[in-house]
């Protein structure tokens, strides 16, 4: 999709052939809301070709076609991937084909077989007596326009030979297959040709095909799909390249309106991406965000999940790579300017004349992470055990955890995020905070330690707020907070202290919290979190 998908956004006319192909491709390359340039409705000047009646005679003449009933037999690629053992395999499943077809044919009959380009020089054609490959010294669809009948099954030839008003019978062998693996746009029972399942059904068809005419015409599929297309394909596509005015009596969008929206890109960052990262930056991003994701080592898997389930979201593919000058290749990793430079150049490069209000990097994207307001669903709680030495805040998470970030929030809003160095354990200490603290945020002075963690038990990753395991009852209980200097309180009468006393004797919860100065406390509160008359209660700096 990377190439296609660059290709398109980097275009100022995209032309279609009918309204039909331009939905499909605009939705499926996820151009709707992106492109900026102007679609033209305009046949394909490849397919002039089927216009002209004299070029198929010159070559019927040319390669004695004339004395022959003529097919094509143009299938289309069947496997997932261009590897050896999926050209194996597909060998092994049309040679019988082939042989069958070709033991059956009579003398004034001939097949030109056209496959995949893969599949050159993959089969030997000498073994067969009415059987030929395509010839190598003409365009093929010259060649194509000067055969009697076209015998494809899913492929999209069966569109541009459609307008010789040839017949074509669709060969489906093997359609349940094809659609539980490949799948189609359109139910293809519904095209007005010839449909057979098996050889004998072929062979009938063919005999039947060669003397009628086709059986499309004046019908809804040739106002569909070949209403556009004309002799004049070429000169129409040639007058839109140099804007004549003859350009103006054609079919033209534009794609304007999408150069006047403001857009947050999200950066994803990482190479490499999982399907719980697809569905929380999905699930998290807005109508006006575009999410970049790393091409590399996107898997097929991940395509269809992404398709599937967030095909209304706005995405682009991109090359780990960015383009920049030797200079600053040297210094981005001194520089966060020059780093920022880069990827706004970039973006500009991939999205080109859209309004780049912001660019959020992330390595892992979460809930929050591009400034956005949480739900109470993104939250869980987890209870954790604490260890405070010197200047640092240590915490043990249960295996059954894996941590991915660090997270320093406010009420419902992400501050400051930080690394995770090890998977079940988080170490925070001042130091690492520098950063957190030239935020210079004012107000509230105390923010909230959480981890942004896999569960492993759901597979699902969540923002978790972290709680001391056991509730705190005696002394001895808060030494796990370190050297406890003292509590503060801020009560507002004698009768709330006194309950706040009572209360403790059953238990105090405590929650890490951090300050505006880089501080690690601990906010206590009684079980079920209730802090009657109670402004603050914070066991103070270790």
Not at 249 to 262: A, C, G, H, Q, V
């Amino acid at each position: 999709m990377h190439n296609v998908q660059r290709n398109f956004l980097h275009a100022d006319i995209i032309t279609f052939p009918n309204e039909f192909t331009k939905n499909v491709i605009m939705r499926d390359y996820n151009l709707e809301n992106l492109f900026t340039g102007k679609v033209a409705f305009v046949g394909y000047p490849r397919n002039s070709i089927f216009f002209n009646t004299q070029k198929a005679e010159e070559i019927a003449t040319k390669f004695e076609l004339k004395s022959y009933k003529t097919y094509a037999y143009m299938p289309t690629w069947r496997g997932r991937s261009n590897k050896g053992i999926e050209i194996t395999k597909y060998i092994k499943e049309i040679k019988p084909i082939l042989r069958k077809i070709d033991g059956m044919l009579n003398d004034d009959e001939v097949i030109f077989v056209n496959f995949h380009p893969i599949m050159t020089g993959k089969i030997e054609f000498d073994e067969f007596s009415h059987i030929r490959p395509f010839p190598n010294n003409v365009d093929t669809y010259e060649f194509l326009n000067a055969l009697d009948v076209l015998i494809t099954d899913y492929s999209s030839v069966f569109f541009d030979f459609s307008i010789t008003k040839k017949p074509i019978i669709l060969f489906e062998y093997d359609l349940d297959k094809y659609l539980e693996d490949r799948g189609v746009y359109f139910d293809i029972k519904k095209l007005p040709f010839i449909h057979t399942k098996d050889i004998n059904e072929l062979l009938s068809a063919m005999k039947m095909a060669i003397n009628k005419d086709s059986s499309y015409t004046n019908t809804e599929y040739e106002k569909e799909f070949l209403k556009y297309d004309s002799p004049q394909n070429s000169k129409n596509v040639l007058n839109l390249l140099l804007d004549n005015v003859d350009a103006q009596k054609l079919n033209i969008l534009s794609y304007d309106k999408n150069t006047t929206k403001k857009w947050r890109v999200i950066n994803t960052n990482r190479p490499e991406a999982d399907i719980n990262d697809i569905k929380i930056i999905s699930e998290n991003a807005g109508d006006s965000d575009i999410i970049v994701f790393k091409r590399t080592k996107f898997k097929e898997a991940m395509s269809q999940f992404l398709y599937d389930n967030y095909k209304d979201k706005n995405f682009i593919f991109t090359e780990n790579t960015r383009v920049m000058t030797y200079c600053e290749f040297i210094l981005k990793r001194f520089s966060n300017k020059i780093q920022k430079n880069i990827n706004e150049r970039e973006m500009k490069r991939c999205l080109p004349n859209l309004k780049i209000s912001e660019i959020i990097e992330k390595d892992i994207f979460y809930p929050g992470a591009g400034g956005g307001l949480l739900k109470m669903a993104d939250f869980a709680e987890v209870g954790v055990d604490f260890k405070v030495i010197n200047d640092a805040i240590e915490v043990e998470i249960s295996e059954e955890f894996e941590v991915k970030k660090i997270l320093i929030m406010s009420k419902n809003r992400i501050l400051f995020d930080k690394e995770a160095a090890e998977k079940n354990r988080i170490v925070v200490k001042k130091e690492d905070l520098k950063e957190f603290i030239s935020l210079n945020v004012s107000k509230p002075s105390y923010f909230m330690l959480c981890a942004y963690m896999l569960d492993k038990n759901t597979n699902e990753c969540k923002i978790f707020r972290l709680k001391v395991k056991d509730r705190l009852k005696t002394h001895e209980d808060y030494k796990i907070l370190g050297s406890l200097k003292s509590i503060e309180l801020d009560i507002f009468d004698e009768a709330s202290e006194n309950k706040f006393l009572q209360n403790a004797k059953d238990g105090i919860c405590a929650t890490p919290y951090v300050s505006t100065s880089g501080d690690v406390s601990f906010y206590i509160s009684y079980p079920k979190n209730i802090l009657v008359g109670v402004k603050k209660a914070f066991v103070e700096k270790f």
